[in-house]
């Protein structure tokens, strides 16, 4: 087996199609489909059932499958060993991104990142969908909430303290609450992160009316504007509706769990200057007290003083 065809046969699984395998392998379709019958004629034996809608995986082809990509990681990591002997991160870094960390953060610092390091070339998608990032060879998967797999590193890429808001005209039809367990008589909007059972108060355990749980903080936020229930947000998101009356926050007082955002990342002994340069080079731009991106976009959210 060449290095050659495992890359291709690998390719042409994880992308589920001849067409899109070579369009990424800069190859011409009726190429890669070539080399795969030959591979398989080489071998004895069938590893994909190709059918006009999609290609699945034989037995033989899933075992033939996983080698071949542990030996693309084998070699890969080898590469990046020798790497790191260079003084500029380089290469390619495929991302995931939360949406609203994708729509309101990423541009700025991704931005700079590659203004900073010409020879590194991105590849990002935003997405709501959980994202593997072994299974899908994913570089860093930027997301709410530590994973609990032990085998990817989680860097903290920033923590914003969530507060509970709703419209003032929730307000004036289910009444005002006045303490925390206040809030067992009213309607919840909740985020994918908290349990829809319960408010996410630290140190209690408050019942709650789930009308709403959702997986975008973004959504959570617009439907508590149009009235259906009080929701736990990041502040940084309701500043622009709390200035315009659109929102009003409630029960300052309680303590509820801050929102925290991670770059997740596999665990490997050799691992590229670029993956570790991304992290690093966010928390700088995020944490930077002057002209930093929270405060960039808090200006953007706010509108001017008169």
């Not at 990423?106 to 590849?123: D, M, T």
């Amino acid at each position: 087996m060449s290095l050659d065809d495992a890359h291709i046969f690998t390719r042409v699984v994880e992308l589920h199609s001849f067409t899109q395998a070579a369009n990424s392998l800069g190859m011409q379709k009726s190429t890669v489909s070539r080399r795969i019958a030959l591979l398989e004629d080489r071998l004895g034996v069938r590893l994909l059932n190709r059918t006009t809608r999609k290609l699945r995986l034989t037995e033989v082809g899933q075992a033939y499958y996983e080698r071949c990509r542990q030996i693309m990681l084998d070699f890969a990591e080898a590469e990046q060993a020798v790497m790191q002997l260079q003084l500029e991160p380089a290469g390619q870094l495929k991302i995931t991104a939360s949406i609203e960390f994708g729509q309101l953060l990423l541009g700025p610092v991704l931005g700079a990142f590659l203004r900073k390091y010409p020879q590194i070339s991105a590849e990002v998608e935003i997405t709501s969908r959980h994202v593997d990032p072994l299974e899908e060879g994913v570089d860093i998967a930027i997301m709410v909430g530590r994973p609990q797999d032990s085998t990817l590193i989680a860097r903290k890429l920033l923590e914003t303290p969530r507060r509970l808001y709703a419209s003032p005209d929730y307000l004036k039809n289910y009444g005002h609450p006045q303490k925390s367990a206040d809030l067992i008589e009213h309607r919840a909007i909740m985020l994918a992160m908290d349990n829809p059972r319960y408010w996410p108060l630290e140190g209690e355990h408050l019942l709650c009316q789930c009308v709403l749980a959702c997986n975008n903080i973004t959504l959570a936020r617009e439907v508590a504007i149009g009235g259906a229930g009080i929701a736990a947000l990041p502040e940084v998101i309701c500043r622009e509706a709390l200035a315009r009356g659109a929102l009003v926050e409630l029960l300052p007082e309680a303590k509820l769990s801050s929102g925290e955002l991670f770059a997740i990342y596999p665990s490997r002994r050799f691992q590229a200057l670029t993956v570790r340069a991304f992290p690093d080079f966010t928390i700088e731009q995020i944490s930077t007290e002057e002209g930093s991106l929270l405060e960039q976009l808090r200006g953007r959210l706010l509108p001017s003083a008169p």
